[in-house]
């Protein structure tokens, strides 16, 4: 679509020698010759451009500048005054009131061609720029909206690691929250850092844009860092939140002794997750063997305490004195049975103890035994 200009002129051979030349640059154009038509014209046709002469007989051009900025419609509409006055003082009233550029009369055609194909480029990079801040601004309040959201689920997390340790028979789960609160502080620490980072970078280029500094360098710097700044956000509150959601389906598992069914190795990922911070910083490795599908209806809070008595046994005793120990964790069904095997490459135990580590879970039934040994039901 071709850009349209409105000239606002009184003088009739201005308004034919500007025609001239907007039609020569490929513009159309259209023109009015009295201040009080501007605003009935503005409301018919849309205009990408205004050329407004300082010296109206009717008004002054300024009071019509001043009138257009104000105008909750209009005021981004770019405006070029046209002036035969070269008063210093008058160009920068025009500025302060708006105004994109100016243009001296006898008019070179040279000279206003430059000053248009200025003013439009200008106002498509402020118009980019609004886009990009109303995109930043709402980005902010969706990035504020989740760490409210994030702040409620850690009160909450708090609530839960009271009630929990109030009660004796889940008074290990104490440890445990510690550590996952410890581990959710770290991706909450750096998003709230980036987001900080990325307000005052909102500040500090506004400021630049308002006082006309804004380059397009720096435009281009300004998009590299609001999109490496939300992408640290969002995928350290992904982090935050996974976190948060493995630990609450094993703590609400441990805390009662309701049966339902679930999909085990999905599962044991969850209690392993709840566990990292006690083996975070260590090089040994878990690998877990199980069918992705395989459904057990059961008590998934004991089956959580199996893994995690386990687990705990072989970093505190078995992995004593080595830097990298191996745990391997096989779930399998054959025909009618359930099959649990857990091994470690630890130091071992004396051979008297050894049968209580081995786990036979047969099927039809529901009742834990001192905590290891369990009968389950199994889909």
Known sequence: MAVKILIVDDDRQVIQQLRVLLSEFGYSSDFISKSELLFPKLTRDIYDLILLDIYMPDTDGITLLKQLKTHSTYHN?????????????????????????????????????????????????????????????????????????????????????????????????????????????????????????????????????KSGQLTREDFEVFLKTICTGADMIVSNLRRAADLIRSFKQVAVDQSNEEQRLFKVKPYINDVLQSLVPKYKRTQHTITVHCYDELLLYSYPGVFSQIITNLLMNSLEHGFEDKEKGEIVISIYQKEKKFFFKYTDNGKGIASEQKKYLSLFLPLNGAKAVQGLVCILSII
Request: with cysteine; proline share 2%; aromatic share 6%.
């Open 77 to 209: 509409i770019p405006v070029i005054m046209l002036t035969g006055d070269m008063d210093d003082q008058l160009l920068s009233k025009c500025f302060d009131c708006g105004s994109t550029d100016f243009v001296y009369k006898p008019i070179k055609a040279l000279v206003l061609q430059a000053r248009i194909k200025f003013a439009l480029t200008a106002n498509e990079y402020i118009k980019q720029i609004s886009s990009q801040k109303e995109t930043l601004e709402k980005q902010t309040k969706e990035l504020q909206n989740a760490n409210k959201l994030l702040e409620e689920s850690l009160v909450q997390l708090r609530k839960t690691q009271t009630q929990l340790i109030q009660s004796e028979k889940m008074a290990a789960l104490g440890g445990l929250v510690a550590g996952v609160a410890h581990e959710i502080n770290t991706p909450v620490g750096v998003g709230v850092t980036a987001a900080s980072h990325l307000a005052m970078k909102v500040q500090e280029y506004n400021e630049r844009y």
